[in-house]
């Protein structure tokens, strides 16, 4: 099967769509009954895709799929997500590789070792945890420990200095005791993401975590969120100010009341006040302000 995916965002960025399907399983996830097993796109097709919109003018590319740790799990041959990622790193006009959601457990000292020498990859990495918990995370039949996912978060950021992580998280899985929560929290603490998203646990009909007793409230599930919510915008906060006084490179996107919009290689939303037009370009600027949301830069 093969099948293209591109959506654009303006003139900048194309959304690459490599993988369909996942054989994950998560307890909560209906994804693999809906889409089925992984299977990959061709990376002859990717690659010729890639070229194609280089030449139109694209600089950015994000990677994406419902698993792309699994690309290439069905090939016969053994070629990886590194393997792809190196030859999409040689195509002429591309500057940024962006990679969308990654399972934690694609990251390992090989991985990362070949990531390096890849001059194109964005430094940002999109790692879903779901729980800070070990006992949730096994009723979410996640296959790693907390443990792990810290290791994880260690390897990049010592590869990569300026590494951004984001996560998701779901609150008020079945089960989800006052403690767990607790210790999830205490987790997020510590691996300090620059953003989280988080997600109040919805029954998806046909899945495991369905009919799992425990049950959460809704009351506390939100009560829950919005903890999470303050320590994410606290975390970013925190990152977008220790740019203050630093150049970094933006790529613009767009212009809205002359103010233009872009984001630096790790995604940090920029903000730059001028009347050039500088749509597609990229430029090295100072950050002088920064807020929960974004830098300014001047
Ligand atoms: S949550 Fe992600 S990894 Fe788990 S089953 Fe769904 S798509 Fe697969």
Redesign the pocket.
């Known amino acids: 099967m093969e099948f293209g995916d591109i959506t654009f965002t303006e003139k900048t960025r194309a959304v690459i769509k490599i993988q369909d399907g996942?054989d994950?399983?998560?307890s909560y996830?209906i994804?693999?009954y809906a889409r089925g097993r992984v299977r990959s796109r061709k990376p002859k097709n990717i690659l010729s895709e890639i070229t194609k919109i280089a030449k139109e003018g694209i600089k950015e590319v994000v990677i994406t799929g419902?698993?792309i740790a699994s690309y290439g799990k069905d090939f016969k041959e053994e070629y990886k997500l590194i393997d792809l990622l190196e030859e999409i790193n040689s195509i002429e006009g591309i500057e940024r590789i962006r990679l969308g959601s990654i399972?934690p457990l694609l990251i390992t000292e090989e991985f990362v070792n070949r990531l390096e020498k890849l001059s194109k990859v964005c430094h940002q990495f999109h790692l879903s945890l779901q729980s800070g918990c070990d006992e949730t995370l096994k009723r979410m039949n996640r296959r790693y420990t907390t443990e792990q996912f810290k290791e994880i978060t260690t390897l990049l950021r010592t590869y990569f200095e300026d590494a951004i992580l984001t996560t998701d998280i779901i609150v008020g899985f079945p089960g989800e005791s006052e403690e767990e929560f607790n210790q999830t929290y205490t987790f997020l603490e510590k691996i300090k993401f620059y953003k989280m998203h988080i997600f109040k646990y919805s029954p998806r009909k046909g899945t495991k975590a369905a009919s799992m007793k425990g049950q959460v409230n809704g009351n506390i599930k939100e009560e829950r969120s919005k903890k999470l919510i303050e320590l994410s915008n606290k975390n970013q906060r925190y990152y977008n100010e220790s740019y203050i006084g630093k150049s970094v490179e933006i790529l613009f996107e767009e212009e809205k009341n002359g103010v233009y919009q872009g984001h630096t290689k790790n995604y940090i939303l920029a903000h730059y006040k001028t009347s050039d037009k500088i749509e597609n370009t990229i430029l090295k600027l100072k950050c002088v302000k920064a807020n929960e949301e974004y830098i300014i830069v001047e």
Do not use: D, S, W, Y
């Open positions: 996942c994950r399983f998560c996830c994804i693999p419902i698993h399972e």
